[in-house]
């Protein structure tokens, strides 16, 4: 099974972000999406879960959680934006995996068996940071993520 993780797209939503999320069961947006547009052309693709970031404010955000439990393939994620508003023990609370954005730094690290994974920015590029989604596979060898360079993607 194959999750789209995605975050930080700021109202922009790159051909080379949709043409990486085809064939994706679910995607997971972390935040900081800056517009309904960006959730409707996700939506097209695979059901979509998304959190409220910092930056998504108005009427077309306000029915976005702050965080949310997502079950998938009898895996559990954590979804919220920033890490730093982490207010509970993912591994005490049977979660698997752990998603944030926020940073626009891809990143991926286990503790204590779960899974933090930070897909990075997918939006307009900030800095020198670079442009980028995960893919999350679920299967019966366990969770494996991938990062996926959207710059080279074109």
Do not use: K, Q
């Not at 993780?5 to 069961?25: K, S």
């Not at 693709?45 to 970031?53: F, K, L, Q, T």
């Not at 049977?94 to 204590?112: A, K, L, N």
């Amino acid at each position: 099974m194959r999750v789209g993780l995605i975050a930080d797209t700021h109202g922009l939503l790159r051909p080379a972000a949709l043409a990486a999320l085809r064939g994706c069961e679910l995607i997971v947006h972390a935040g900081d999406i800056g517009s309904r547009d960006v959730l409707d052309a996700l939506a097209e693709i695979a059901p979509v879960r998304a959190v409220r970031g910092n930056i998504d404010r108005g009427a077309w955000a306000a029915g976005l959680p702050g965080d949310d439990v997502v079950r998938f393939g009898g895996v559990f994620l954590y979804v919220l934006h920033d890490l730093a508003d982490l207010d509970l023990d993912p591994a005490a609370s049977g979660f698997h995996v752990v998603v944030t954005g926020h940073s626009h730094r891809p990143r991926h690290e286990t503790r204590d068996g779960v899974h933090y994974v930070n897909p990075g920015s997918a939006g307009p590029r900030r800095f020198t940071l670079p442009i980028t989604l995960a893919e999350l596979f679920i299967g019966a060898e366990g969770i494996e993520v991938r990062f996926v360079d959207l710059a080279a993607a074109g």
